[in-house]
T-cell receptor, first 114, second 112 residues
Framework: DARVTQTPRHKVTEMGQEVTMRCQPILGHNTVFWYRQTMMQGLELLAYFRNRAPLDDSGMPKDRFSAEMPDATLATLKIQPSEPRDSAVYFC????????????FGQGTRLTVV | AQSVTQLGSHVSVSEGALVLLRCNYSSSVPPYLFWYVQYPNQGLQLLLKYTTGATLVKGINGFEAEFKKSETSFHLTKPSAHMSDAAEYFCAVSALGNQFYFGTGTSLTVIP
């Protein structure tokens, strides 16, 4: 059963620390999305990649966030330094580039910055 | 440009009653439309999608949605609500080669 795998599922960290979230997209998918979900803002697109190249990261605070795809099986989202306002659930999703193919979501990483 | 508006952030229905969750979209190109469901502490799961062809789309768990171009709508319905339908529902729009644009979500409560 193909699925998007995100690690860790939960992360509690102190303000100022670096946080790295990882995502393994479904094998064969060439598009990867990072979303952030909060009660106040709902689902926000942070960045997305096609064939490992970043297409749009305009939703991401550039001074502290970075997203990469070192290879086709791994996507990472880093926050350095972390702040309490970064507390949220971060979702990774993968899919095909056609647009009419749905995105498959991981279970999310719940980040708490204290 | 594309966007989605979900009318009603909270909807309550009695068990066995009709479920109607509203979604209106804006798109300058032919849209692809999706409904996702999110259960507590879970990721989003696809309920159904419209790409081309038949405008009435059937999905999982007895849900269906109808694409109405003239009304720019893609409302989600289910004839009879079940307690297990309580969740957050998201409408999304996309287009060929594009990213997904999600609505703000509708929280469905089912009253026994």
């Amino acid at each position: 059963d193909a699925r998007v795998t995100q690690t860790p599922r939960h992360k509690v960290t102190e303000m100022g620390q670096e946080v790295t979230m990882r995502c393994q997209p479904i094998l064969g998918h060439n598009t990867v999305f990072w979303y952030r979900q909060t009660m106040m803002q709902g689902l926000e697109l942070l960045a997305y990649f096609r064939n490992r190249a970043p297409l749009d990261d305009s939703g991401m605070p550039k001074d502290r966030f970075s997203a990469e795809m070192p290879d086709a099986t791994l996507a990472t989202l880093k926050i350095q330094p972390s702040e309490p306002r970064d507390s949220a659930v971060y979702f990774c999703a993968s899919g095909f580039e056609t647009g009419y193919a749905e995105a498959f979501f991981g279970q999310g990483t719940r980040l708490t910055v204290v | 440009a594309q966007s989605v508006t979900q009318l009603g952030s909270h909807v309550s229905v009695s068990e066995g009653a009709l479920v109607l969750l509203r979604c209106n979209y804006s798109s300058s190109v032919p849209p692809y439309l999706f409904w996702y469901v999110q259960y507590p502490n879970q990721g989003l799961q696809l309920l159904l999608k419209y790409t081309t062809g038949a405008t009435l789309v059937k999905g999982i768990n007895g849900f269906e949605a109808e694409f109405k171009k003239s009304e720019t709508s893609f409302h989600l319905t289910k004839p009879s609500a079940h307690m297990s339908d309580a969740a957050e529902y998201f409408c999304a729009v996309s287009a060929l080669g594009n990213q997904f644009y999600f609505g703000t979500g509708t929280s469905l409560t089912v009253i026994p």
